[in-house]
């Protein structure tokens, strides 16, 4: 019965395939110049290595199948390895004309395939090989599949991912704490025999793998003379890896909790697609991180998890309001022409809050932002930075706090629990490359956004220094441990502080109050 249902699945599963292969084949789009054929046309570019991924809507899929779009939310992996396999059964039917080499890796390839026809032809087909001597399909293909979500998906937050999400298509937002360099990662590893001479393969799906040490050809098992293999890396397939790690967004998180993050990897087209401090939407599998060896032994039963990037976009700030806005343009306008607006705007601010008239005004101000200019590529800053300078008990922290819940993109902090590096960027060690990597303070994770530092005055002198450049360039400068950027701190910035001994002295002048350092 078992072997039955298994021979059931698997027929099933070249029932799913067929279906890949029609809609690829089939789906078009009715344009002012008749259908247009979108999958048959970026096939014609892959065959002709013009184009290296192919990103397939899963609402076009909806459109033709929607049983099969929900399969493959469902099972994202195999369903990815079926598209794979159809496209690679497709693309000679769509090759026009012989491709060009790009890489050294395709000229290898040609010449194998060349090799193994001329074998072929001399001892005859009946030759039965070991698999691990043929060519992987992994190694042949030059195209990477992904797969977007349906547009009536919403992006949830890194909360909302839990363990029945395992397996599936999701869409993440969040913020980039931090992204590794781009290095190359294996996907098939080459060996040659150091006495037959012969090659022989071995994908590889996890971030390690075990080399194969003895040789398996027909030659060395006839004349036991057990050659051993060697590593060629330049048969070997490598693609682009990065690994991203996104932070779920200040107001997402419960109060008195800590925000979560998730690893994001990246490989291929998706990498050097976010820097830190982005804010990003990522469509993916996710999946168990599998480990092998000692590593397995100390996790013992616990297993960490990630996402496997299909599509990571930046999410601009219309795109983070346009999520949950419900009023149409013409609403909108409507409201700009009523009478006293800008009150309206201002008392809306905190309204539990009474009197502060001139105070909202000004944080509304904050909130909206001017304009950037760069005459003549200078660039003079556009946004407001306020500090507002209080007697104790004036509701100046409840102010800030209402302004980091109202912002899309904030961060709240206070002076004495943070740091100049806190603050700007930190230099950690990558704990998967061993390598030099930064992590974005508070003031890069609220770029293009308001960063609320309450009890200014408690701050460390060195400490406040470090955000003059931000106030005034708009950028953070780093120079440690051999790296050297600049990275973007587009921030307005709303201190709270208390003036010199606790309360505001009417005798003494503004500048006797305040006594903060000029610069």
């Known amino acids: 019965n078992q072997l039955l249902s298994n021979m059931a699945r698997r027929l099933d599963y070249d029932e799913e395939k067929e279906k890949c292969k029609k809609f690829l084949k089939e789906f078009y789009l009715d344009g002012t110049q008749g259908k247009s054929f979108t999958y048959g046309e970026q096939l014609v570019r892959l065959a002709h290595r013009e184009q290296v991924a192919l990103t397939i809507d899963l609402d076009d899929i909806a459109e033709i199948d929607q049983e099969l779009a929900d399969s493959i939310t469902k099972n994202s992996r195999r369903y990815q390895a079926l598209f794979c396999d159809a496209i690679h059964e497709l693309l000679p039917d769509y090759k026009e004309r012989e491709p060009q080499a790009v890489d050294s890796l395709d000229v290898y390839i040609e010449h194998r395939l060349l090799m193994e026809q001329q074998l072929r032809a001399r001892d005859g087909a009946h030759i039965q090989r070991d698999p691990r001597n043929m060519f992987p399909p992994e190694l042949l293909r030059r195209f990477e599949v992904h797969f977007r979500q349906e547009a009536a998906a919403k992006p949830m937050s890194v909360r909302q991912v839990r363990a029945d999400c395992i397996g599936k298509l999701l869409t993440v937002r969040g913020i980039v704490t931090r992204a590794t360099e781009v290095k190359p990662i294996m996907a098939v590893a080459t060996y040659t025999c150091d006495q037959c001479g012969a090659e022989t393969y071995q994908p590889v799906g996890g971030p390690s793998f075990m080399p194969v040490i003895s040789c398996l050809s027909e030659v060395c098992k006839t004349n036991r003379s057990g050659g051993r293999l060697y590593l060629q890396t330049r048969g070997s397939k490598f693609v682009k890896f990065q690994e991203l790690k996104i932070q779920e967004h ?137 500090c507002l300078m209080g007697d104790p008990g004036v509701a100046k922290s409840q102010l800030l706090s209402y302004i980091d819940r109202l912002a899309p993109r904030s961060q709240y902090t206070t002076g004495r629990g943070s740091s100049g590096v806190g603050l700007t960027a930190a230099v950690m060690r990558d704990p998967l490359t061993g390598e030099m990597t930064l992590e974005g303070g508070a003031l890069v994770l609220a770029d293009q956004g308001v960063c609320c530092i309450d009890e200014f005055d408690k701050m460390m002198d060195g400490d406040r220094t470090a955000i003059h450049e931000v106030m005034e360039q708009q950028t953070v400068s780093i120079a440690k441990a051999g790296i050297m950027t600049s990275l973007n701190a587009r921030v307005s910035i709303l ?16 500048e006797a109050n305040i006594q903060l350092p000029a610069a």
Do not use: W
């Open 250 to 386: 200040s107001d997402q998180v419960p109060v008195g909790n800590i925000p979560r993050s998730m690893s994001v990897h990246c490989r291929g087209t998706t990498t050097r697609q976010a820097q830190p401090g982005d804010h990003v939407i990522v469509s993916g599998i996710f999946l168990p991180m599998v480990r092998t060896g000692f590593r397995q032994m100390s996790a013992g039963l616990l297993s960490d998890t990630y996402l496997e990037a299909c599509v990571v976009e930046k999410a601009n700030r219309m795109k983070l309001l346009s999520q949950d806005d419900d009023k149409t343009d013409e609403e909108i306008m409507a409201m700009a022409e009523e009478h006293e607006f800008y009150e309206k705007l201002a008392s809306s601010i905190a309204p539990e809050i009474y009197g502060h008239e001139d105070i909202k005004k000004a944080l509304l101000l904050l909130l909206v932002g001017g304009v950037d200019k760069s005459p003549q590529g200078m660039k003079i800053r556009g946004n407001i930075n306020i």
């Open 495 to 510: 201190a709270a502080a208390n003036p010199a001994y606790g309360r505001y002295n009417p005798k003494r002048s503004v």
